[in-house]
C-alpha cells in the first residue's frame, strides 16, 4: 500500500544501493524544492555481478511498478551499470522523460593533459558496448585503461554506515588501473558507478600523487534542471522517501546519512 504521498508529482531517482545519492546531491543544488522520491533496489545489490539479460529485464519492470505507484514526473536511473544495460528497454517502456546515468568519457578526454585515462566501474559496467561507443566518440584518440572493482560499492555502503573500511579495497583498484601498460601515465580517472565519488577521499589518498577524478553526477543534474525547467515546484517542504525493494531494518545503519540527503521517509516496495 502506498503510505506516502506527495503533495506534487516526485522526480524519481533510481540505484542497486545508496550510490545514487551522489546524484541526488547534485541534483538537489539545482532543484532545491522538486519533492523527491529515492528507489533503492537492495533485493538485487550488486548489479554489477549481475548478467544483462538479467537487469535487462528487472530494471524496467521495477520501474514500471514504482512508475504506476509514485506517478512521477521524471526518472533518473542514478547506476552506470543500469543505464548502460537497461536505458533504452526503460525509455520505451515509460511515456515519462528518462534520463540515464553514463561514464563521463567525453568530459574526461577534455581534461587529461596525458593522453591516458582510467575508468573505474563495476564489471558489468566496463565491459558494455555502449562504453565502446562512448570511448570511439569522445576519446577515439586517448587511452582508456578499464578496470572492475564492483568491491569499492561494499566499501561506499559500509562507509554510509558508518563502518570502517579496509584501505586495501581502495589500493587494490588503484593498482588495476596502474599496473595495466601506460598505467603509470593516468592523469584522470573517471568513476564510472554512483557508488564510486562517495569513497573519492579514499581512492585519492590510494593514488598517492594529484589526479583528477571524475564523474557524471553534475553532467545529470544539468540534464535534470533542463528537462524540468517550465515545471514549478511549490516548495511544500515534502520529506523526501526512500523506498527500498530490501527489508527495513536494513536501512538503520544509513539513517543518519539518508537525513542528510533529506531522506528522513522509508517504505518498502
Known amino acids: 500500500m502506498n503510505q506516502f504521498a506527495?503533495?506534487?508529482?516526485?522526480l524519481l531517482f533510481f540505484d542497486t544501493g545508496i550510490g545514487g545519492l551522489?546524484?541526488?546531491?547534485?541534483?538537489?543544488?539545482?532543484?532545491?524544492?522538486?519533492?523527491?522520491?529515492?528507489?533503492a533496489d537492495y533485493a538485487g545489490l550488486p548489479y554489477g555481478m549481475k548478467s544483462?539479460?538479467?537487469?535487462?529485464?528487472?530494471?524496467?519492470?521495477l520501474l514500471g511498478r514504482l512508475v504506476e505507484r509514485f506517478k512521477p514526473r521524471l526518472v533518473t536511473i542514478a547506476c552506470n551499470t543500469a543505464s548502460t544495460i537497461a536505458l533504452d528497454h526503460v525509455r520505451s517502456a515509460l511515456n515519462i522523460p528518462v534520463v540515464g546515468t553514463v561514464p563521463a568519457l567525453k568530459p574526461a578526454s577534455e581534461?587529461?593533459?596525458?593522453?591516458?585515462?582510467?575508468?573505474?566501474g563495476t564489471q558489468a559496467t566496463i565491459r558494455q558496448p555502449y562504453v565502446d561507443r562512448l570511448a570511439a566518440e569522445f576519446a577515439s584518440t586517448k587511452t582508456i585503461?578499464?578496470?572492475?572493482?564492483?568491491?569499492?560499492?561494499?566499501?561506499?555502503?559500509?562507509?554510509?554506515?558508518g563502518e570502517k573500511?579496509?584501505?586495501?579495497?581502495?589500493?587494490?583498484?588503484?593498482?588495476?588501473l596502474r599496473s595495466q601498460p601506460d598505467g603509470e601515465n593516468i592523469d584522470v580517472i573517471?568513476?564510472?558507478?554512483?557508488?564510486?565519488?562517495?569513497?573519492?577521499?579514499e581512492l585519492a589518498?590510494?593514488?598517492?600523487?594529484?589526479?583528477?577524478?571524475?564523474?557524471?553526477?553534475?553532467?545529470?543534474?544539468?540534464?535534470?534542471?533542463?528537462?524540468?525547467?517550465?515545471?514549478?515546484?511549490?516548495?511544500?517542504?515534502?520529506?523526501?522517501?526512500?523506498?527500498?525493494?530490501?527489508?527495513?531494518?536494513?536501512?538503520?545503519?544509513?539513517?543518519a546519512a539518508l537525513a542528510r540527503h533529506g531522506l528522513s521517509r522509508l517504505e518498502t516496495l
Open 205 to 255: 589518498h590510494a593514488v598517492g600523487r594529484p589526479m583528477r577524478f571524475i564523474n557524471g553526477a553534475k553532467g545529470i543534474a544539468r540534464r535534470i534542471q533542463h528537462l524540468t525547467k517550465d515545471l514549478e515546484w511549490l516548495n511544500s517542504g515534502d520529506e523526501g522517501l526512500l523506498v527500498t525493494t530490501g527489508a527495513l531494518k536494513d536501512l538503520d545503519p544509513y539513517r
Open 52 to 61: 544483462e539479460t538479467e537487469l535487462a529485464a528487472r530494471v524496467p519492470a
Open 6 to 10: 506527495p503533495s506534487e508529482p516526485p
Open 190 to 201: 573517471v568513476l564510472a558507478c554512483t557508488h564510486f565519488p562517495l569513497v573519492q577521499k
Open 22 to 39: 551522489s546524484v541526488l546531491q547534485e541534483s538537489r543544488k539545482l532543484i532545491s524544492s522538486a519533492p523527491i522520491i529515492y528507489a
Open 165 to 176: 573500511v579496509d584501505s586495501r579495497i581502495f589500493s587494490d583498484a588503484i593498482a588495476g
Open 145 to 161: 585503461l578499464r578496470f572492475g572493482a564492483s568491491e569499492l560499492v561494499y566499501a561506499a555502503e559500509a562507509k554510509l554506515r
Open 111 to 120: 581534461m587529461t593533459k596525458t593522453g591516458v585515462i582510467g575508468l573505474l
